[in-house]
């Protein structure tokens, strides 16, 4: 019964291959290409002079306490946000997967936040906890709490953190609500008359038929913190206070982008770039063993 | 249907007429920061400037803010398609003179072109920021500013202070009034806060921010402002932000609000914001020359100024060079200098069109309006008051301002903090040295 169509060319499939050969590699190998390249190089910001120069962006990037302590705001701010944007994320599609009546409604809206531009949404938290002008803010100095991001690292990191996470929680609330939907409900009503609780049928069915879309967004978040944060912090707090919410993203782009420094900015993207495919791989190779497909 | 042809035929005569207009006019590219109310000012300049002649377009686009609008026109230089004029913040002059080859300086400009053009017609203070330490002019001033100390005269009032204070000394204390009258959340504070508590700091109280007349006089600057002074000044705010008598309010001008809103009663930010104080204050208010320490000798110096200049940048044709020396030519008119003064609160570039506003009895009406020009004129400049020149000032203020946060938030004593400023810049400014050869 089974037909398959076979193609006498060869030369078809790689024909078939080549758009998203060449997408690949003018919108991720060239310029990625490129920064490793820059990462050598000391160069003026216009590009009228540069010079090899080996590793000495690198050797003077890990000379910088700046840049370890930068790493640290990043292994905290992406911890933060990574696992309190899934746990919150499933919470709500828990919620949502039940059969409610303003379901619909409840779905639209918690889709929306992910529909604002980063830099937006950061304006937004700017007006609603700027110590003086925010207007939540105000209740929080009425009840006498001394709130003051453009002093308090914590309280920066608490806010870029908060808006972050806004952000990224519709993104996962849709994966998860229809990793939800795909689970069969004769399983879970199979687990209700043999009498496990409410807990006992997630922790025990649900959540391991779920673990593939968990992973996927697992892998999808870490790169999110890693990359796409900036915008956010860039319009919050511009990685203040004293470096407070200077993560290595938002390091690369001070750097280059204000600093003119396109050589020590190339060689933090290397870096970065190297720590994230590290973290990917070891995704792969160890939480994926416990994922039940 | 018929509609819809219609409007097709519309925007395809509309693209034909545009296509072929009477005669060839060279059209000239202006990058810019501005928005608001200076945005309008902008678009005017050039609207009246395309009217007053028909051989020049000067087509003024908006880029974005400071930062980006410098990036955006690097980025086009590195791609070949530059603007003409390019307006760049006062903080990245170092880099723009540094790139020798990218940028046409203006001397040079109006020689070529043969405009007319004196040197000595503009005023030294604003001028001598933009020019070599020979004089020669490199950019064109366009928004000047200086940092003035804006007073809300209604709460002064009402907190019992007599006087608007002029020392720093007297500063405190009428903040620790305001403080004890309601002001709990705000003595007084600033916008800007390097350009406040470093570099008009050094320059109003004769002190050096770095070697070499603060890198005027070469890119092998070296940092200086850890001394006593500045250490001592840093402390008093430590201890003034304890109880919020002094608060900070960031790097830039976003907390400007705080004045407007009468929160903060005292507040230093940029002469600049005149249009907007104007535009949101309901109350009195005025502003004063900045706060000084009276024990330090001959301070008060003078100010220094801030805003941006107009560069024009390298690799156009003589054709479109002709077009921009005649649009600075028409710039710096008596008249229109005056005007634009007087209608934006930023300073007048020509001595000329000072002398005109003073001569109408503008001041004695508007006073706001002299006290930068008071603070600049204060004193003749001197090697520590000229101005700055620090290689990546952009990412240099931003290392500043980190260092004064964590003073601020408890991190770090005011010794340690500067000391770290000055050891984070100077190795900043040692690879600009190195690319800037």
């Known amino acids: 019964m089974e037909k398959s169509a076979v193609f006498s060319s060869k030369l078809l499939p790689y024909l078939l291959l080549v758009p998203q050969l060449i997408i690949t590699f003018v919108f991720f190998y060239w310029p990625a290409s490129q920064a490793l390249w820059q990462s050598f190089l000391r160069e003026d910001a216009f590009g009228l002079s540069s010079e090899f120069i080996g590793m ?74 700027h110590p003086s002008l925010g207007t939540l803010a105000r209740p929080l100095r009425w009840m006498n709490f001394d709130w003051n991001p453009l002093l308090n690292g914590n309280h920066a990191m608490a806010l870029v953190v908060m808006a972050a996470i806004w952000k990224q929680i519709s993104y996962n609330f849709l994966f998860f609500l229809a990793g939800l939907q795909s689970i069969p ?66 390091k690369v782009y001070a750097d280059g982008r204000l600093g003119g420094d396109l050589g020590s900015s190339a060689a933090q993207s290397v870096v970065l770039m190297i720590i994230v495919i590290a973290l990917t791989a070891v995704q792969f190779r160890y939480v994926e063993r416990k994922v039940q497909y | 249907m018929a509609f819809r042809h219609l409007g097709l035929a519309t925007t395809l005569a509309a693209t034909l007429a545009l296509a072929n207009p009477a005669h060839a006019v060279t059209e000239l590219q202006w990058w810019h920061a501005m928005t608001g109310g200076n945005n309008d000012i902008v678009n005017k300049l050039a609207e009246e400037f395309n009217a007053s002649q028909s051989d020049y377009k000067v087509v003024p686009s908006y880029k974005g803010n400071y930062p980006d609008t410098m990036n955006a026109g690097i980025a086009a230089f590195r791609a070949g398609n530059a603007p003409h004029i390019m307006q760049v913040f006062e903080v990245g002059t170092a880099t723009m003179m540094s790139a020798t080859g990218a940028i046409k300086p203006v001397y040079q400009l109006m ?65 620790k009034k305001l403080k004890a009258a309601g002001h709990t959340t705000c003595g007084f504070s600033n916008a800007w806060a390097t350009w406040a508590h470093i570099e008009q700091f050094s320059a109003w109280h004769n002190v050096p921010i770095g070697t070499k007349a603060n890198g005027l006089d070469g890119f092998d600057t070296e940092l200086k402002f850890n001394s006593p002074l500045h250490i001592k000044h840093l402390q008093n705010l430590i201890d003034l932000q304890k109880d919020k008598t002094y608060d900070y309010s960031g790097r830039a001008s976003a907390s400007e609000g705080r004045f407007s809103s009468g929160e903060c009663a005292i507040f230093l930010t940029s002469s600049g914001y005149y249009a907007t104080a104007k535009g949101t204050a309901k109350f009195d208010f005025t502003s004063v020359p900045m706060p000084y320490y009276p024990d330090v000798a001959g301070a008060p110096q003078n100010s220094i100024i801030g ?72 004193k003749e400049p001197t090697e520590n008051s000229r101005g700055l020149r620090f290689g990546n000032m952009v990412q240099m203020r931003d290392i500043w301002a980190e260092e004064i946060e964590a003073a601020l938030g408890g991190q770090k004593t005011a010794k340690e903090a500067l000391d770290a400023a000055v050891a984070r810049g100077n190795a900043i400014l040692r690879t600009f040295e190195k690319t800037a050869k």
């Open chain 1, 56 to 129: 000495e962006n690198y050797q003077a990037l890990f000379a910088q306490p700046e840049y370890y302590k930068a790493m640290l705001t990043t292994l905290v701010f992406s911890t933060l946000v990574a696992g309190l944007s899934l746990t919150i994320a499933l919470l709500f599609a828990t919620q949502a997967d039940k059969s409610l009546k303003a379901a619909p409604a409840y779905k639209t809206f918690m889709i929306w936040p992910y529909a604002v531009a980063p830099a937006v949404a950061g304006v937004l938290w700017i007006f609603m906890f």
């Open chain 1, 185 to 250: 409900k004769s399983v879970i009503e199979a687990g209700a008359i043999d009498g496990a609780g409410p807990m006992r049928r997630f922790w025990t069915i649900i959540f391991p038929l779920l673990s593939p879309t968990s992973f996927f967004l697992l892998v999808v978040n870490v790169v999110y913190v890693f990359f796409d944060t900036f915008g956010i912090i860039d319009a919050v707090t511009g990685g203040g206070p004293a470096g407070a919410t200077t993560t290595m993203v938002y």
């Open chain 2, 111 to 175: 020689k070529d072109a043969g405009e007319p053009f004196d040197p000595k017609a503009y005023l030294p203070a604003i001028t001598g920021y933009y020019s070599t330490s020979k004089g020669d002019m490199l950019s064109f001033p366009f928004n000047s500013s200086s940092m003035v100390m804006w007073i809300n005269k209604d709460e002064l009032k009402k907190a019992g202070v007599a006087e608007i204070p002029k020392t720093w000394p007297e500063v405190f204390d009428a903040a």
């Open chain 2, 307 to 378: 805003g941006a200049s107009l560069w024009v940048m390298g690799g156009k044709k003589p054709e479109e060079y002709k077009g921009v020396a005649k649009f600075f030519a028409f710039l710096s008119d008596t008249n229109r200098q005056a005007k634009l003064h007087q209608e934006s609160g930023y300073l007048p570039i020509t001595k000329a069109a000072y002398e005109k506003t003073k001569a109408d009895g503008f001041y004695e009406k508007n006073p706001i309006l002299q006290t930068p020009l008071k603070e600049l004129t204060n």
